[in-house]
């Protein structure tokens, strides 16, 4: 079956330093898209960053990485120079071979100064 | 460009009342998704329509129903209400085809006493 899994459910971040927020999956299939969505106390769940199965190199928008390393099953997401606004649940999504997304528990990070 | 958006934003309802939560795609998406997300179960897929079918559904009872208009603005229904139906609801937008993207409105937030 497919799964995501987020192991860390909370973590705290010093401002301005960096932090790996992990991610590992559980799936058969050859083609598949991973997804880290940020969501704040708002409820909205925003869009961060994507990796594609097939994508040879890690995925990265802005302050954001993705660590892919398919053969361990990772997709950790790095946030560089953390910032106060980044404090927020986190979460890992793999778009399955029914293109539906399977959400990972979350992660909440705070940012303190 | 106009973000995925949902109405209502909050909504308060009794056991046994039906409810409809409405979903407008970003223009020119034709996938509209919906998901529940509760702080037990955590984020689970109910069901995507593409250009006014349902094509793809999660594992909810009957009572969750949706459908899809020809402008791709969707809804959802949930008939005879019961307490743990209390959640918020997502819904996310993406364009045909576009497997790296799903994007998200801002959510519904219900809750049934």
């Known amino acids: 079956a497919q799964k995501i899994t987020q192991t860390q459910p909370g973590m705290f971040v010093q401002e301005k330093e960096a932090v790996t927020l992990d991610c590992t999956y559980d799936?058969?299939?050859?083609?598949?898209?991973l997804f880290w969505y940020k969501q704040p106390s708002s409820g909205e769940m925003i869009f961060l960053i994507y990796?594609?199965?097939?994508?040879?190199q890690n995925a990265t928008e802005g302050r954001y990485s993705l660590n892919f390393q398919k053969a361990r099953k990772s997709a950790n997401l790095v946030i560089s120079a953390s910032q106060l606004g980044d404090s927020a649940m986190y979460f890992c999504?793999?778009?399955?071979?029914?293109?539906?997304?399977?959400f990972g528990t979350g992660t909440r990070l705070q940012v303190f100064p | 460009k106009a973000g995925v958006t949902q109405t209502p934003r909050y909504l308060i309802k009794t056991r046994g009342q039906q409810v409809t939560l409405s979903c407008s795609p970003i223009?020119?998406?034709?996938?509209v998704s919906w998901y529940q997300q509760t702080p037990g179960q955590g984020l689970q897929f109910l069901f995507e329509?593409?250009?006014?079918?349902?094509?793809n559904k999660g594992n909810f009872p009957g009572r969750f129903s949706g459908r899809q208009f020809s402008n791709s603005r969707s809804e959802m229904n949930v008939s005879t209400l019961e307490l743990g139906d209390s959640a918020l609801y997502l819904c996310?937008?993406?364009?045909?085809?576009?497997?790296?993207?799903?994007?998200f409105g801002p959510g519904t937030r219900l809750t049934v006493l």
């Open positions: 996310a937008s993406s364009r045909a085809g576009a497997t790296n993207e799903q994007f």
């Open positions: 799936t058969s299939d050859q083609s598949y898209g």
């Open positions: 990796q594609g199965s097939y994508d040879e």
């Open positions: 999504a793999m778009r399955d071979n029914t293109d539906k997304l399977i």
């Open positions: 223009s020119g998406h034709r996938s």
């Open positions: 329509y593409f250009s006014e079918t349902q094509r």
